[in-house]
């Protein structure tokens, strides 16, 4: 979703817009990474 995002804004011009759903999209990767984590190796 957020890649899509970041493409549409660059082809738009608008780069700064592009730079913030990038970043998202690299903070829901992280998120995703940790639940995942998190479900593998329950306390």
Do not use: W
């Not at 608008?14 to 329950?42: G, I, K, S």
Request: proline fraction near 5%; glycine fraction near 2%; charged fraction near 25%.
């Amino acid at each position: 979703m957020y890649p899509t995002f970041a493409a549409r804004a660059d082809a738009a011009g608008d780069h700064q817009a592009a730079r913030v759903f990038r970043r998202n999209a690299e903070d829901e990767a992280a998120h995703a990474r940790t639940f995942q984590y998190l479900l593998n190796h329950p306390r």
